[in-house]
């Protein structure tokens, strides 16, 4: 009998599901972001990943004599390291979202706890699994090839990151070697010798605030009275542009915007309107034609808090403070550990990190402005009031599902904290910042407002309403606000321009344009809807 089963067994010469079970959640991950993320980012992770699928599979085999448990047991513990985040995830989708059971301390237990028994049973199993380790290795290479084959046809579409098959169109927009647009800007070296022999040349401040709401946004969706907030503004001299809209409602449309002083479907419009592809937004965002003009005239282009572009850098920057790349980038091992079941102890250490980057944002801002050597072009990307919310009102450090106070979370009095917070520590630096005989431009602007629950697909008035409500505000050291009333970003450093740099910028027509992460270059017009449904804006 006994060598009956040893035969059996050595007919299993062929096993393979604990390598591709330990690929399977890194292949995944990328399918998913396959627009976002460049391919060499899954070489480290699956490395590591397989290398460790291999030594345990080595140690365990001192143990243990049958190679299919050993492989059962791998596969199951693999899977349960990477599955744990979506269990996660389902559990705070449900009814019991603001339970203590959605709590990691309670979820940990039960489902380590399921995992253990299976490897014990397997342990003390007496069967030799050879059936068992038939199907699996067979759902392993189905799941493979599946995915396998979501990635190729996204690459044969041209949905990925980098795509090399550039257009005329995109070429002129600086995707290629040559780009006839440099010619525009060489024209912008007479320009620079006039302008360095004027007395004035201001220090200029772009500050973005992750999320900020404008005014009535907050009082109309938070409950939340900023004036004390906005009245410092007013002291300052600040213009505070009233019922204020963002442009586009994501971060990356709307800074490619703002920084390119043009509507994205003019600059973007050689690219299929279906492309998910974020390399033509991260190009022209990397090399924006505000840097380029300020660096033409003679300005230090610095840059505080951001990474941004296929490189993770701005192309004209001259120095990058608080990168904290961790925090910033789009990373495939950090979306791969979430998932894991030591998600938990990382979110500790990202929130940490994320303190850190945000307190460094505005500690360099401060001594970004003592320096006076040449004029400078500052921009400041606080990654605050955004989620994570891991500040209270006066910057304590909160985990996000615990109040200061115990009282149970929410959100919207989270983001409420974290402006208190933002609010702050800009009534401390901005008369820093203007503390100078040669005072500077600063321009305050959500990059959107905030959003809960939205329907990115088909948005009600309201949802678009509160996402596109952002706080925009600026100061100009001669108070000539004549021409900002009803600023909207895209027009900001046409403007700029115009009154410190005698140029002869024509302004766009304000427009707003709506638009999901799905299809980045498909843009509806929402306008009217904007203006036709202020919610009693003008009351």
Known sequence: MFMKNNLKQNKISFIIHPILFSIYPIIFIFSEN?????????????????GITILMLFILKIKIKNRNKIALIISLIIITFFSYGHYYDIINGSEFADS?????????????????????????????????????????????????????????????????????????????????GDELFLKNENVKVEFEQKKYSPDIYYIILDEYPSDYALKQFFSFDNNKFLEFLDEQEFHIVKNSFSNYPSTIQSLTSSLNMEYLDKITKEVDGDSKNYHLLNKLLSDNEVMKKFSSYGYDIVNIGALWGPNGSFKNVKTNLCEFKEVNRDSLSRQLIEKSIIMHFYEKHFEQLRR?????????????????????????????????????????????????????????????????????????????????????????????????????????????????????AIYFPNKNYDKINNLTPVNTFRIIFNEYFDEENVLHENKNYWSNSEKPYTFVDITKRLKNNQLGFND
Not at 34 to 50: A, G, M
Not at 106 to 125: C, D, E, N, V
Not at 131 to 156: E, K, R
């Open 356 to 472: 850190d980057q945000i307190i460094c944002t505005y500690n360099e801002i401060e001594n970004t402005s003592e320096e006076r050597t040449t004029p400078k072009f500052v921009f400041v990307h606080i990654l605050s009031p955004h989620a994570p919310y891991i500040f209270g009102p006066n910057g304590e450090n909160v985990s996000p599902g615990n109040s200061l106070d115990s009282s149970p979370w929410n959100e919207r009095n989270a983001h409420v904290d974290q402006i208190k917070f933002v609010n702050k520590n800009l009534i401390e630096l901005i008369p820093k910042l203007l503390n100078s005989e040669n005072k500077p431009i600063i321009i305050l602007q959500g990059d959107t407002g905030a959003g809960y629950e939205i329907d990115w697909k088909s948005p009600s008035d309201v949802m678009i309403i509160e996402r596109m409500s952002n706080l925009n």
């Open 100 to 180: 203590e059971i959605s709590r990691h301390r309670y979820l940990l237990i039960p489902y380590s706890g399921l995992a253990i028994i299976g490897i014990i049973f397997f342990i003390k199993s007496n069967r030799l699994f050879n059936n068992a380790t038939t199907v699996i290795n067979g759902i392993s290479v189905s799941i493979i090839v599946l995915i396998s084959i979501n990635i190729v046809t996204d690459y044969s579409n041209g949905n990925f990151f980098g795509n090399p098959e550039t257009t005329y169109e995109e070429k002129w927009l600086g995707m290629s070697t040559y780009n006839p």
């Open 34 to 50: 396959i627009n976002l993320l460049p391919v060499t980012e899954i070489v480290l992770p699956i490395s590591i990943i397989v």
